[in-house]
């Protein structure tokens, strides 16, 4: 599966995890609206905190969340 934005790659470790969006915001911190603006607006750059709060989260890298690469274990 070829992923071509942070948002997709994000929705694809929720996907595998069977997460919502709210589950995601209330397990990092995120607000909720912040996060879905990541998915709704996928030309802006999201928070660098904010990447490594769901890096963190589905320990993966904010590398592979950014640029994508070989698909980290889940």
Known sequence: ???TDVGSRILQQMK???EKR???A???GIPY???RNIFRFPERPPRSD???KIADHYMITT???L???PEPDV
């Open 1 to 3: 599966m070829e992923v």
């Open 16 to 18: 595998a995890r069977k």
């Open 22 to 24: 709210t589950d995601l």
């Open 26 to 28: 209330e397990a990092t």
């Open 33 to 35: 609206a912040r996060l």
């Open 50 to 52: 904010d990447l490594q």
């Open 63 to 65: 590398t592979w969340l």
């Open 67 to 69: 640029h994508g690469g």
